[in-house]
């Protein structure tokens, strides 16, 4: 028996490229691990009326921790467009299956690193390394919404001012999943060396539920006095990031900001090709490249594979596979320093093989 159950999720797109190219370094670097592979992803959706159909949930179930490759998702109305005719009109509505996952297993740390690697030639500055803890099931994710006021709404102090033809979407922080994420932050930089932790924010306007969420990480702050603390509003904080992101060290942020404030991030260490996500929950997490499944680039060798490996890598870290973790990093940045393999991203004409075979030969 192995000792590690990976649930194996490449999804569509590009998925299917770059889970491939993670699974040649998983090899090389010999973790002992047994890989089940599950469906997920668009192809599920046209055919079934669900991206994340149940048998996946329960692998997910059944494993250690997940690798997931991406999947195409479409705004609602594209999305019912392509469903299989059979299936129309039978009130299936198209949702994120990361989403949807994220919250069904509790997976409430989203981390992003955004580690600049010297030698990238997409790097906006060769001294940026910051992480992002995004919290990652609640706030506008929490997905309740509404096509016009529910008459039991009607009688809520202000609704009187909401016309009629008003959509509505639930902002939905809690003190738990607030106090959860500013305190996996707090323990991230601790156990890291990691100085300060910014909180981002809009509670000068959203006062009720940025103000909770603001509060809640400050009161957390305060049973770690080794670590600065400072807060930021969301808009100002896009800004500085740009001006100076060498000041950040561990960022915390609600789910939408941190949606938004990770983007910026990874595009300042090298944009799609180099953003990594683990999605962590108390017992679980899945891990995957940060970008989307690029259709029209599904299947042509192209995708930079790095986002995967460096997911790959952290699921070494996860796992306690530290060593491991710490060579394949070693033989990444090592690849990047060089220069000599480079993807369209990155300005050369290496393909997703190439590029792997190079990090692979470094291991
Ligand atoms: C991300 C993505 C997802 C999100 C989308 C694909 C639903 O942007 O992982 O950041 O909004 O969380
Ligand atoms: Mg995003």
Known sequence: MAKYRVAWLPGDGVGPDVLAAARVVLDRIGLDAEYLPGDVGWEFWRREGDAL?????????????????????????????????????????????????????????????????PGNPLNYRDDTDLVVFREN????????????????????????????????????????????????????????????????????????????????????????????????????????????????????????????VSDLATQLVGGLGFGCTGNIGKH????????????????????????AILAVRMMLEWLGETDKAARLEAAVADTIHEGQVRTHDMGGSATTQEMTQAIVARL
């Open 284 to 307: 679980y997490a899945l891990f995957e490249p940060s970008h989307g499944s690029a259709p029209k680039y599904a299947g042509q060798n192209k995708a930079n594979p790095i986002a």
């Open 53 to 117: 159909p149940a048998r996946t949930i329960e692998l997910l179930g059944n494993t250690d921790c997940a690798l997931f490759g991406a999947v195409t998702s479409k705004t609602k109305s594209a999305a019912e467009e392509e469903l299989d005719p059979r299936l129309q009109g039978k009130g299936f509505s198209y949702r994120s299956p990361l989403v949807r996952v994220r919250q069904l297993l509790d997976l409430f740390v989203c981390l992003r690193p955004c580690k600049a690697f």
């Open 137 to 260: 099931t609640e706030d506008l994710y929490a997905g309740i919404e509404f096509n016009g006021v529910p008459e039991e709404m009607k009688l809520l102090p202000g609704m009187d001012r909401v016309p009629p033809d008003a959509a509505i979407s639930l902002k939905i922080n809690t003190r738990g999943g607030s106090k959860r994420i500013a305190r996996a932050a707090f323990e991230y930089a601790r156990k890291h060396g990691r100085r300060r932790v910014t909180c981002v924010h809009k509670a000068n306007v959203v006062r009720v539920s940025d103000g909770l969420f603001l509060d809640t990480v400050h009161q957390v702050a305060h049973e770690y006095p080794d670590i600065a603390f400072d807060n930021a509003a969301v808009d100002a904080m896009c800004m500085s990031m740009i001006r100076h992101p060498q000041n950040y060290d561990v960022i915390v942020a609600p789910n939408l900001y941190g949606d938004i």
